[in-house]
T-cell receptor, first 111, second 110 residues
């Protein structure tokens, strides 16, 4: 079975550019989570969805961040405009019973 | 105060040692508890759930103390392959707002 699939694996961009991260959850999972991980702050929950509906976005750092889930098999996290402090590993995870399965993450570097 | 707090370590132990990690959480309404393991440059993976009565999975034992809002993980007979970061995880009331602790790093040496 395919796990959670994230793309791209690595993204290097310049400050001010738009960045879009993508996630395909495991089929049948009805919850999807976006996390950000840095050395300083650890794993931070940004937003999570249930049946494609955003439930809690209180972790989204500011208006530059937005997330969508247009259908059960796809979600995006967008940063516009990007800043160097957004550099981190962004993980997507999905579940149907509280036990999270993570994708391999996207390493984002904003120069 | 952070919602989930862990001792960051690192813990450096010899093979065969027993090591224990602790975690405290601030939301008394939290419903579910887990330990995840994260290897360097990899994604977190579920290690085990934590039940009120305590539970064991091979060399790993997890305990929950709701009164003290405290979770623990005990690893017996440590192996080199146990070297990783161990993340304490708490789900809030309603179940699905999943919060991770900062993790405790473990190094097991020969």
């Amino acid at each position: 079975d395919a796990g959670v699939i994230q793309s791209p694996r690595h993204e290097v961009t310049e400050m001010g550019q738009e960045v879009t991260l993508r996630c395909k959850p495991i089929s049948g999972h009805d919850y999807l989570f976006w996390y950000r991980q840095t050395m300083m702050r650890g794993l931070e929950l940004l937003i999570y969805f249930n049946n494609n509906v955003p439930i809690d976005d209180s972790g989204m750092p500011e208006d530059r961040f937005s997330a969508k889930m247009p259908n059960a098999s796809f979600s995006t996290l967008k940063i516009q405009p990007s800043e160097p402090r957004d550099s981190a590993v962004y993980f997507c995870a999905s579940t149907k019973n509280e036990k999270l399965f993570f994708g391999s993450g996207t390493q984002l570097s904003v120069l | 105060r952070k919602e989930v707090e862990q001792d960051p370590g690192p813990f450096n132990v010899p093979e065969g040692a027993t090591v224990a990690f602790n975690c405290t959480y601030s939301n008394s309404a939290s419903q579910s508890f887990f330990w995840y393991r994260q290897d360097c440059r990899k994604e977190p993976k579920l290690l085990m759930s934590v039940y009120s009565s305590g539970n064991e999975d091979g060399r790993f034992t997890a305990q929950l103390n709701r009164a003290s809002q405290y979770i623990s993980l005990l690893i017996r007979d440590s192996k080199l392959s146990d070297s990783a970061t161990y993340l304490c995880v708490v789900n809030g009331a309603g179940g699905f707002k999943t919060i991770f602790g900062a993790g405790t790093r473990l190094f097991v040496k020969a």
